[in-house]
C-alpha cells in the first residue's frame, strides 16, 4: 500500500514537472503570445508617399509589414494589418483626405484594443548621401521612447544604421493613444539603399531585425 502511494506521488510529481518544462518552453518559443500588435503600411491607394520613378514607398511598405507580420507571428502575437493591399481610407466626400485616412488608421489600432502599433514607412531627403533605418515617436507615453530605443538599438547592431531615435509631432502619433513608433526603414532617395529596399531578402531582415526588438522589450 506504501509503495503505491509512493509511485503516485512520484507521478504526480513527474507530471507537474512535465507541465512546467512545457510552459517554460513555449515561452521561449512564443514569446508574443497574446500580444496584439497591429501594422500601419504607411500611404496607399491615391496616396504613394514618397516615389523614385515608377517606384512607390506605399508598395514598398506594404511588402515589408507582410513580412514583418509573419515574423511576429511566428513568435506568437496576435496581429492586424491597418491595411492588407493597395487602399487609403479617406472618403470622396472627405474635406481633408490625409487627415481623414489618418484618423481611420488610429480608429482601426483602438478598435481591437492593440497593445502596440508599428507604422511602416520609407524617408527622402533631397541629398542622397541620406541613408539608414530609423525610429521617430510621440513622448505621449512612456513606453513609446522605450519601444523606439529597442528597435534602434537592434538597426544599428544589424543593420550598421548611423540614425538615431528621433521625437516626432506628426498628427497621427499626436492623436492615437496605443503605445507605437513610426519606423522609417531607409531612404528611397539613396540609391545603394533603395536597391536594398526592392529586395525581398533585405524586406525579410528588416522585418525579423524589428521582430528581434518587440520581443526584447516584451521579455
Given at each position: 500500500m506504501l509503495k503505491r502511494y509512493y509511485v503516485t506521488i512520484f507521478f504526480f510529481l513527474l507530471t507537474i514537472f512535465f507541465a512546467i518544462l512545457t510552459v517554460t518552453a513555449s515561452e521561449v518559443e512564443l514569446p508574443l503570445l497574446g500580444i496584439v500588435i497591429s501594422i500601419d503600411a504607411g500611404h496607399g491607394g491615391r496616396d504613394p508617399g514618397t516615389m523614385y520613378g515608377n517606384i512607390y514607398e506605399k508598395d514598398i511598405n506594404l511588402e515589408i509589414a507582410k513580412k514583418l507580420e509573419a515574423q511576429l507571428l511566428s513568435k506568437g502575437a496576435i496581429v492586424y494589418q491597418v491595411r492588407e493591399d493597395d487602399v487609403d481610407f479617406s472618403s470622396d466626400y472627405d474635406k481633408r483626405k490625409k487627415r481623414s485616412d489618418l484618423l481611420r488608421r488610429i480608429k482601426k489600432i483602438e478598435d481591437v484594443n492593440s497593445d502596440l502599433y508599428l507604422s511602416i514607412h520609407i524617408n527622402w531627403y533631397d541629398n542622397p548621401s541620406y541613408h539608414g533605418a530609423e525610429v521617430l515617436y510621440y513622448d505621449s507615453l512612456p513606453q513609446n521612447k522605450i519601444i523606439g530605443d529597442y528597435i534602434m538599438?537592434?538597426?544599428?547592431?544589424?543593420?550598421?544604421?548611423?540614425?538615431?531615435?528621433?521625437?516626432?509631432?506628426?498628427?497621427?502619433?499626436?492623436?492615437?493613444?496605443?503605445?507605437?513608433?513610426?519606423?522609417?526603414?531607409?531612404?528611397?532617395?539613396?540609391?545603394?539603399?533603395?536597391?536594398?529596399?526592392?529586395?525581398?531578402?533585405?524586406?525579410?531582415?528588416?522585418?525579423?531585425?524589428?521582430?528581434?526588438?518587440?520581443?526584447?522589450?516584451?521579455?
Amino acid at each position: 500500500m506504501l509503495k503505491r502511494y509512493y509511485v503516485t506521488i512520484f507521478f504526480f510529481l513527474l507530471t507537474i514537472f512535465f507541465a512546467i518544462l512545457t510552459v517554460t518552453a513555449s515561452e521561449v518559443e512564443l514569446p508574443l503570445l497574446g500580444i496584439v500588435i497591429s501594422i500601419d503600411a504607411g500611404h496607399g491607394g491615391r496616396d504613394p508617399g514618397t516615389m523614385y520613378g515608377n517606384i512607390y514607398e506605399k508598395d514598398i511598405n506594404l511588402e515589408i509589414a507582410k513580412k514583418l507580420e509573419a515574423q511576429l507571428l511566428s513568435k506568437g502575437a496576435i496581429v492586424y494589418q491597418v491595411r492588407e493591399d493597395d487602399v487609403d481610407f479617406s472618403s470622396d466626400y472627405d474635406k481633408r483626405k490625409k487627415r481623414s485616412d489618418l484618423l481611420r488608421r488610429i480608429k482601426k489600432i483602438e478598435d481591437v484594443n492593440s497593445d502596440l502599433y508599428l507604422s511602416i514607412h520609407i524617408n527622402w531627403y533631397d541629398n542622397p548621401s541620406y541613408h539608414g533605418a530609423e525610429v521617430l515617436y510621440y513622448d505621449s507615453l512612456p513606453q513609446n521612447k522605450i519601444i523606439g530605443d529597442y528597435i534602434m538599438e537592434e538597426f544599428i547592431k544589424t543593420l550598421g544604421s548611423t540614425r538615431h531615435l528621433t521625437p516626432t509631432d506628426l498628427y497621427m502619433y499626436q492623436t492615437i493613444k496605443i503605445p507605437g513608433v513610426l519606423i522609417e526603414c531607409g531612404f528611397l532617395s539613396n540609391p545603394s539603399e533603395r536597391a536594398k529596399l526592392l529586395d525581398p531578402t533585405y524586406q525579410e531582415t528588416l522585418a525579423k531585425t524589428i521582430t528581434s526588438a518587440i520581443v526584447r522589450y516584451y521579455t
